[in-house]
């Protein structure tokens, strides 16, 4: 089996036991980048120098001896919303082109200090803002399992990366599922965690109060030791907890569902829901409840209002954070035909910089907080999230985790839902809601779509801070569906056919 199909904590033991070199592993990795990219577009920038420096420098560290940590040596791929000192950082938007940030986000920070090789950028819709990448000002990334379709977003060169074996690892960020969607659609394992359990210190804001950075893998194993690496709390982040929530990786260690009650959210199954998705779903929880989890019904009434109340407050928040770019501060400047004034510079640069979807979602945000329209909307919306969070409560009265198909469908086609925006916020339906409540969700591929041979993926939620219940049951189920699943999907990537 080649180096690149290998989990992230095989390839740390690998590392451990000097079967191979950090500077050999981020070779094999960037080799397979300059093999795929050019297609997949999963990675803007690409920092072969840079990863390979920092890849011989962990190399030389471990000959010393030295102490280090369970990932140190693993390469990694960065979503390109989060702040990288040296390294071009443009949010998907042409309005950061030739940005290069002079800090770096606090989790950047963090898997440096690890000693985790940063191989590159990784493509996203612009600012976040999408379920395909198709905003993007660079081009979609495609999705390694069909080349005709979306590998997801707002995240989808992280999870097309990790899906077609161009990163072992990567890290995403989640407003409304852009860590979660994708994961499904390519077979990969996303983690949003709680609000507040990862800094967001240098992440490009897009819904300061939905917003978390988490981990994109091929495994739950590997998304709790990234997890482990990215979390905790941070003095440069106001909204960070305070205290720890635990160790995820030794939560991935939990071999035993017995007694677990999932709750299966009502409104998130049945119609709606493409028949193969629904298959692999129910098989799912048959496997779980063959393992002595019980199963339980939920009801969460208020989801129906979930899209509506999104796209207000994240729009609304959006609008506020996007101000920023104004021409004087950060990337792009253009001017104006004829006499130029500030208003008049800012203008032409905005226009010419954002795309049409930022455009969209700033003139929507701006008129939902303007004066006489506050109440009607962004006041109804945050209402709408006071009954979601209400209603996510009581569901976990009656229920350990919640569980529902992360997605209504498998992977749509490039172009299938960019003409019509509302087609694809229907598409965050099962996402949205931790966001908007702050809890924790993970997405676990259950198999394939027998109608299409498509990735499916399971969400689980959690209460705020009991991020550790995802690792537990994911990595049991995983477990049950190991020898159905994961090998047809190791196997995947050198077979794709690059053209
Ligand atoms: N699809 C959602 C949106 O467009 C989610 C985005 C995200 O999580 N960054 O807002």
Same mark, same amino acid.
């Given at each position: 089996?080649?180096v ?8 740390a ?7 191979i ?7 094999a ?7 795929l990219n ?5 990675y803007?920038t690409?920092?072969h ?8 420098q ?9 102490? /280090?940590? =369970?990932?140190?040596?693993? @390469? ?16 998907? &938007? ?8 002079p ?21 996203l ?14 081009? @979609? ?9 979306t ?26 599922g ?29 819904g300061s ?13 590997d ?11 941070d003095d440069?982040?106001?909204? &960070? /907890? ?9 939560a ?7 007694g677990?009650?999932?709750g299966?959210?009502k ?17 799912? /929880? ?7 989890a019980e ?9 129906q209002?979930?899209? =509506?109340?999104?796209?207000?407050? %994240?729009p609304a928040e959006?609008s ?8 004087v ?6 001017? @104006?035909e004829?006499?130029a004034?500030?208003?008049k ?10 795309g049409?979807e930022?455009?969209r ?19 109804s919306a945050?209402?709408?999230r006071?009954?979601?969070?209400a ?8 229920a350990?985790v919640?569980?529902s ?12 839902? %960019?003409e ?6 229907l ?5 949205? @809601?931790?966001?908007l ?26 209460p705020?801070r ?6 537990k ?12 699943w994961?090998k ?12």
């Amino acid at each position: 089996m080649s180096v690149l199909n290998k989990s992230a904590h095989e390839l740390a033991s690998m590392l451990v036991s000097k079967e191979i070199s950090s500077v050999e592993l981020t070779r094999a990795q960037l080799d397979n980048i300059d093999k795929l990219n050019p297609r997949l577009n999963s990675y803007l920038t690409v920092t072969h120098e840079l990863a390979l420096t920092q890849a011989r420098q962990v190399d030389e560290l471990r000959a010393k001896g030295e102490k /280090l940590s =369970a990932l140190a040596g693993v @390469p990694i791929a960065v979503k390109d919303n989060l702040t990288t000192i040296g390294i071009e950082t443009t949010a998907g &938007s042409k309005i950061l082109q030739g940005w290069v940030p002079p800090y770096n986000a606090t989790v950047v920070e963090k898997i440096l200090s690890h000693r985790m090789p940063i191989l590159g950028k990784t493509n996203l819709d612009e600012f976040a803002m999408g379920s395909s990448t198709e905003n993007s000002a660079y081009g @979609p990334s495609l999705n390694p399992w069909d080349l005709a379709r979306t590998p997801g977003g707002s995240g989808g060169g992280s999870s097309s990366a990790v899906a077609s074996m161009q990163a072992p690892l990567a890290l995403g960020s989640d407003t409304g599922g852009s860590i979660r969607f994708p994961a499904a659609v390519t077979g990969t394992v996303g983690v949003k965690p709680t609000y507040g359990a990862v800094s967001r210190y240098g992440l490009i804001a897009l819904g300061s109060s939905l917003d978390q950075i988490g981990p994109v893998t091929r495994n739950v194993l590997d998304a709790a030791m990234l997890h482990d690496v990215i979390a905790g709390h941070d003095d440069m982040d106001a909204t &960070s /907890l305070a205290e720890s929530l635990g160790s995820m990786t030794e939560a991935a260690k939990n071999d035993s569902v017995k007694g677990l009650k999932v709750g299966i959210i009502k409104e998130l199954t049945g119609e709606g829901f493409q028949a193969g998705v629904s298959e692999r779903f129910q098989e799912a /929880l048959e496997l779980l409840v063959a393992a002595g989890a019980e199963i339980v019904e939920v009801s969460c009434p208020s989801f129906q209002y979930a899209i =509506a109340a999104y796209y207000l407050i %994240q729009p609304a928040e959006a609008s506020s954070n996007l101000a920023r770019f104004d021409s004087v501060r950060f990337g792009l400047r253009v001017m @104006p035909e004829g006499a130029a004034t500030v208003e008049k510079v800012m203008a032409a640069t905005r226009e010419a910089g954002f795309g049409a979807e930022v455009k969209r979602r700033i003139i929507l945000g701006t008129y939902a907080l303007s004066s006489g329209y506050y109440d009607a909307y962004y006041g109804s919306a945050q209402k709408v999230r006071t009954l979601i969070q209400a209603d996510l409560a009581k569901a976990f009265e009656k229920a350990d985790v919640l569980v529902s198909p992360t997605a209504p469908t498998t992977a749509f086609l490039l172009g299938e839902k %960019q003409e019509d925006p509302l087609a694809m916020y229907l598409n965050d339906i099962a996402t949205i @809601p931790a966001n908007l409540a702050g809890i924790p969700g993970m997405s676990l591929p259950v198999g394939l779509a027998s109608e299409d041979n498509l990735p499916v993926g399971a969400q689980f939620l959690a209460p705020a801070r009991q991020d550790a219940r995802l690792y537990k049951v994911g990595a049991v189920l995983e477990k049950l569906l190991e020898n159905k699943w994961s090998k047809s999907m190791l196997d995947f990537a050198p077979k794709l056919e690059v053209n």
